[in-house]
Nanobody
Framework: QVQLVESGGGSVQAGGSLRLSCAAS????????MGWFRQAPGKEREFVGA????????NYADFVKGRFLISGDNAKNTAYLQMNSLKPEDTAVYYC???WGIGSRDVYDYWGQGTQVTVSS
């Protein structure tokens, strides 16, 4: 089992930045790829991006490329989502997940509870 806890969400104006953290406990963090997803009200959950177990590879959805950056710190069992140049359409609940690949369709077995990000215009 892996337990994931997100933090760092909040409210920010358009153009601002936030950094989300995903703290993991349980099984060795470095065994898993870490993904970030988001779900806006009335919409389906969508893939934001992911980082490989080694941290050497990342994958991002087109709508965040150049604005968001995913990183990980195996020593701290924590993954990060740095979000820059935020837009109102980035408003959503953001989830981290632990899984077996960095693709949007890979299996993610463990999920956090989510953290709200609200971007005002």
């Amino acid at each position: 089992q892996v337990q994931l806890v997100e933090s760092g969400g909040g409210s920010v104006q358009a153009g601002g930045s936030l950094r989300l953290s995903c703290a993991a406990s349980g099984r060795t963090f470095s065994r898993y790829a870490m993904g970030w997803f988001r779900q806006a009200p009335g919409k389906e959950r969508e893939f934001v991006g992911a980082i490989s177990r080694s941290g050497g590879r990342t994958n991002y959805a087109d709508f965040v490329k150049g604005r968001f950056l995913i990183s990980g710190d195996n020593a701290k069992n924590t993954a990060y989502l740095q979000m820059n140049s935020l837009k109102p359409e980035d408003t959503a609940v953001y989830y981290c997940a632990a899984g077996w690949g960095i693709g949007s369709r890979d299996v993610y077995d463990y999920w956090g509870q989510g953290t709200q990000v609200t971007v005002s215009s």
